[in-house]
């Protein structure tokens, strides 16, 4: 490093450590000027004021100020995914943070307390997770100071202050649901969960919370300070106690109490903070020294992470592509294009989707027992601070999760059709036979594709029809990608040698399950009418047993959503199969509903993961790189 640029980092490092001494000496310097403080013998004689019950409800009220802090850096752990376990992680960031508030200079003593306390954990790991802690205990302690000011403010311009910090955090919530990731030069930027927020929140909330009751029970008896004046104070005079980085905050948090309390005698507010730090700081970083000079004892009466409860069947991530050709659902094939995976729980297997808010299993199992997995979804998804969810699963599914405590919702109704009983006779049917003469008439030609498909007339299609309808919805609904049309099962419509519609349909062993629908605008009435029958027919000589005509909304809202998608469907007399949305708390079902619908309405751009070419199912469908890259269309 040239000379130059070794002088300036070592100024600007010094003035880091510098600068909050500074901060530290000025604000004391102000303190006595602003204040007559008593002498040390006249505050030990106020401390002696201080009921034995007062000490003893301070110290309990620190006790549970950490262990909301230990929760809230286990939070923390999960969304940087560490992989520590969270009773690690609670212990690790009591100590860190005991140690850290105690010194001062937070960023530099909480890192290397982390990574002193977290040996699997390297500087940098430990520096990230100190400043995501820092960075979002203050964004949620400005927010309970927002609430302060708004609920309490003395004027009408604290008042507006606070609405505005509420404000802004409303939309930084929208902004963190609606766009969970950003790419800043090449950096990739991962914006925490709302369920990560919330939990944020809360512990910041019950930490700031019992400190401020331990400050408030440790004034010397016959101050007139009342618990609702005292906390907001408090709140206000930590969080500039904590930009200033001074050492334990001394100076700064004393001056800004004495501020925003004017009417307080100061001799009793500078007795009850020096109590306050004797309780709250000194003895949590005398703990705290011990456990850095024997991190071992942070350990003792942990359980290995073998043998955590909450991985008893255990648990693994496979590729969408590993899903058997014998499964219960056709339609898991979704996941072959929405980034969802296969995962494992024990012996029982899911289609599961991971995105940044839920942990949703999508439809019912693909195989094992279903009283299984909610308690493991639920652990798989704490651990990505997500919400749990199954997503359009069965009775069967709904039940068993039902009887885990679980809420449920009934969302939508599965169209199921049995090929090998079906026929186009009898009354029910008059309407589907009036459009199938409809079509016949125009000259329609329908037949199955089992393997070369003309993907770039297809694709031609399928502009027209978003050019016509708007964006292709997603993640539950598949859209058009030429290597993952070939994979399905595809009924295509033709008027002499142009294609004007198709349909695709998932394929497992024993189900089919319509998912593209596409045709030209000014197609022939009755287009979608005859791919269905031909799709039936198709089934009936491949000895399929199910047919699904995928799923309908079924809730209080569902004739905004329906689209005629009912009335079509109805037209072959299907059975009508309820499915439902389930998830442990009704909180996360709102968020599970929230991000589906986010999901569907904005889908990523389809990433096709290819089953290998012989895997039983796809035996016909070798050459499918050949045709994928013939067709590739301009997006």
């Known amino acids: 490093m040239p000379t130059r640029a070794r002088r300036k980092q070592t100024v600007a490092n010094s003035l880091r450590v510098v600068t909050p001494l500074i901060i530290m000496a000025g604000c004391l310097f102000a303190l006595t ?5 008593p002498h040390i013998h006249d505050l ?82 430990s520096a990230q997770l100190t400043g995501f802690v820092g960075i979002t ?19 009408l311009g604290m008042r507006a202050s606070g609405a505005g910090i509420l404000l802004v955090s409303t939309v930084a919530c929208g ?59 408090y709140f206000l005079a930590l969080g500039l106690a904590i930009i200033s980085s001074s050492p334990g905050g001394a100076g700064p948090l004393e001056l800004a109490m004495l501020t925003l309390l004017p009417g307080a005698d100061p001799a009793i507010l500078v007795a009850g903070l020096l109590a306050f730090r004797a309780v709250y700081y000194a003895l949590p970083a005398a703990l705290a020294g011990v456990v850095l000079l ?30 058997p050709f014998v499964r219960p659902q056709a339609e898991t094939g979704v996941i072959l294009q929405n980034g969802g995976h296969v995962m494992a729980f024990g012996l029982n297997q899911v289609a599961m989707l991971d995105t940044p808010q839920i942990s949703a299993v999508l439809f019912d199992p693909i195989s094992g027992r279903r009283g299984e997995i909610p308690d493991a979804l639920r652990a798989h998804a704490r651990a990505r601070n997500t919400a749990a969810c199954f997503y359009k699963c069965s009775a069967r599914t709904a039940l068993a999760a039902k009887k885990q405590g679980w809420k449920v919702l009934k969302i ?56 016509q309808h708007g964006a292709a919805r997603g993640t539950t609904m598949g859209q058009f990608e030429p290597g993952y049309v070939s994979i399905q099962m595809t009924c295509l419509a033709w008027v002499e040698d142009r294609l004007v519609g198709f349909m695709t349909f ?80 009704w909180p996360q079902m709102a968020l599970a509903i929230a991000e589906m619908t986010r999901l569907v309405h904005r889908p990523a751009r389809p990433e096709v993961e290819m089953p290998q070419a012989n895997m039983p199912g796809f035996e016909n469908h070798a050459d499918v790189a050949e045709n994928t890259v013939a067709a590739k269309w301009t997006a």
Request: glycine content about 8%; overall charge positive.
């Open 506 to 585: 998932h394929r497992a062993a024993d189900e089919w399950c319509l998912d593209l629908v596409r045709q030209l605008p000014g197609a022939p009435d009755g287009t979608g009418h005859a791919l269905i029958c031909a799709a039936i027919d198709a089934a009936r000589d491949a000895g399929v047993r199910r047919l699904s005509l995928a799923a309908v909304p079924d809730h209080r809202f569902s004739q905004r959503f329906d689209g005629g998608l009912r009335q079509f469907k109805s037209c072959f007399a299907p059975k009508w199969e309820p499915r439902y949305i389930a998830a442990p708390t």
């Open 294 to 323: 024997w991190p071992n004892l942070m350990r003792r009466g942990l359980p290995l992470p073998d043998h955590a409860e909450d991985d008893y069947l255990g648990s693994d991530v496979r590729p969408a592509a590993s899903q």
């Open 44 to 125: 030990l004689i106020l401390l002696g004021q201080v009921p034995a019950p007062h000490w003893i409800g301070a110290l309990g009220a620190t006790i549970l100020s950490f262990w909301a802090l230990g929760r809230y850096d286990a939070v923390a752990h999960r969304h940087l995914r560490t992989g520590v376990d969270d009773p690690t992680a609670r212990r690790a960031g009591m100590a860190s943070i005991a140690f850290s508030q105690a010194v001062g200079f937070g960023l530099f003593s909480g890192s290397f307390a982390r990574w002193r306390l977290l040996p699997r954990l390297n500087p940098l790991q």
């Open 175 to 233: 902004l963190c649901f609606l766009h969970p990731e950003w790419r800043i030069r090449g950096l990739r930027l991962r914006l925490p969960s709302l369920q990560a927020i919330f939990a944020l929140a809360l512990w910041t909330l019950m930490d700031v919370t019992f400190a401020g009751v331990a400050l408030w029970l440790l004034l010397p008896l016959g101050h007139d300070i009342g618990l609702g004046v005292m906390l907001p104070a």
């Open 33 to 37: 000027r602003q204040a007559d403080l």
């Open 137 to 155: 205990f203050m964004t949620a302690l400005a927010v309970i100071c927002g609430l302060s000011l708004l609920v309490v403010g003395p004027s």
């Open 412 to 467: 939508a109704q599965d169209a199921i059709l049995y090929p090998a009983e079906f026929s186009v006779k009898g009354s029910k049917f008059r309407q589907l036979r009036r459009k199938l003469r409809h079509a016949e008439k125009s000259g329609l030609r329908v037949e199955p594709a089992w393997s070369s498909l003309p993907l770039v007339q297809m694709a031609e299609v399928d502009e027209a029809w978003t050019r």
